[in-house]
DNA sequence: AAAGACGACAACCGCGATACA
DNA sequence: TTGTATCGCGGTTGTCGTCTT
C-alpha cells in the first residue's frame, strides 16, 4: 500500500523552532490539550506538520519537563535500563520522570557511550571491551511455553504483551552465563514465544525459564535477582556481574533491585 | 583573530504498530 | 479481512556553540 506524507511538505517550515511558533503550539495545547496531531498545525495556525509538532512539544515544550544536566543516579540508573532493555528510549525515559527519550538518546550517544568506553566497557553489549568475542555471543536461551509460568502480570509490567520476546532478547545479553560453554553461539537459540493465559494463582515466578543446555534460569535470576525472593531456581551465578565486582553470594544487584533503585514491576510504556 | 574540529542537542525521516472504516 | 490514516519510535542529520590550533 502506498503511503501518503505526513503532511504537505510545500507548505511547511522547517528547522529550528520560532518563539511565536511555540508560543502558538503551547497556547492551542493548554486550550485543546494533546493529540490529533494532524490537525493541530492548521488549527494552531503553525505551518508545520503534525509530527513536527508533536516532537517539539513532547521533546522540548512540555510543562514536565525537567531540563537541565542529568545527576549521576541518572547515569547510573540509564546504564542500567539500557543493558536490560537495549535502544529503548521510550522505555527507558519512562523510567526517568522529565526526561525524554530523544534527551536521553543524545545524552547516550554524547557521554554514556564515552563513559562506559573509559570504564572498559562495550556500550553496546555491556560487556568488558577486552573479552574474547565467542563469550561474548554466549547467549541465554529462553523457551516460554504454553505451560511457562512467567506470570502475565510480572511480565506485563515489564512491557506490553508484544513486547516481551524483544525484552528476553534484550535480556540475554545481560544474564551472563559462567564461563562453561552452554550452547555457544546459540546453535539452537530458542525464542519460540508461547505465552500462557495468565494464572490467578500463581503470584510468583515460580518455574524457571528453560535455558540452552541444562541450565535453567527463573525470569528473577535473568533479571538479575538471584537468591532474591523472586528467584526460584536457587541458581547463584557466581560470574554474574563478576566483572564489575557486584556479584554477591546474595545475588547480583543488577538494576539496583536491593536498593530500590528501580522497582522494574513499574516499568511500563509510556 | 580566524578557521577548522569537535561536541551537544534539536529536529527530521522512515518505518513499524495500531486504530478504524 | 483488507486498506488507509495516524501515531510513535529509533536512527540519522543539521545546526550552533565551544574549543583548539
Redesign the pocket.
Known sequence: ????P?CE?AHT?????TKEEDDRLVAYIRAHG???????PKAAGLL?????C???W???LRPDLK?G?FTEAEDELIIKLHSL?????????GRLPGRT???I???W???IR?KLLNRGIDPATHRPLNEPAQEATTTISFTTTTTTSVKEESMSSIV?E?NKEKIIRSTAFVCREEKTPVQERCPDLNLELGISLPSQNQPDLEQPFKTGGSRSLCFGCSLGLQNSKDCSCGVILSSVGSSSGTSTKTGYDFLGMKSDVLDYRGLE??
Open positions: 500500500m502506498g503511503r501518503s505526513c511538505k517550515n522547517k528547522g529550528a523552532w494533546e493529540g490529533c496531531w494532524r490537525s493541530l508545520r506538520c503534525g509530527k513536527s508533536r516532537l517539539r513532547i521533546n522540548y531540563r544536566n532493555l537495549g535502544n529503548k528510549w521510550s522505555l527507558i525515559a527519550d530523544n534527551e538518546k543524545n545524552y550517544n554524547t557521554h564515552r506490553k508484544e510504556m509510556k
